[in-house]
């Protein structure tokens, strides 16, 4: 069983930034990619970035490029997510993923992830 336990969410004001972590653990964690997702009130749960865990390929929604940097530290077994520049838009509670399979078509797609995280209130006033 692959555990995934998020943490570093909170307030900030527009324009500062946050980063959000994503601890694995487990018997055996052996999974191709990990992924963030992040849900607001009332609306579905939409994509915001992945990275495949050996060759460190990262994929992006375009609504976070360029603000946004994902990043695993395989030592650790822990996926982070750095958000800069962050808009009132990105009020959300982020959750991290894992997946068997890293491809760049398939990692937006939520039912492509086999375990998720709790996830962590990211909150950004005005």
């Known amino acids: 069983q692959v555990q995934l336990v998020e943490s570093g969410g909170g307030l900030v004001q527009a324009g500062g930034s946050l980063r959000v972590s994503c601890a694995a653990s487990?018997?055996?964690?052996?999974?191709?990619?990990m992924g963030w997702f992040r849900q607001a009130p009332g609306k579905e749960r939409e994509f915001v970035s992945a990275?495949?865990?050996?060759?460190?390929?990262?994929v992006y929604a375009d609504s976070v490029k360029g603000r946004f940097t994902i990043s695993r530290d395989k030592a650790k077994n822990t996926v982070y997510l750095q958000m800069n520049s962050l808009k009132p838009e990105d009020t959300a509670v982020y959750y991290c993923?894992?997946?068997?399979?890293?491809?760049?078509?398939?990692?937006?797609?939520?039912?492509?992830?086999?375990?998720w995280g709790q996830g962590t209130q990211v909150t950004v006033s005005s």
């Open positions: 993923a894992a997946t068997a399979i890293f491809s760049v078509l398939r990692v937006r797609v939520p039912s492509t992830y086999g375990y």
């Open positions: 487990g018997r055996t964690f052996n999974y191709a990619g």
């Open positions: 990275i495949s865990w050996n060759g460190g390929s990262t």
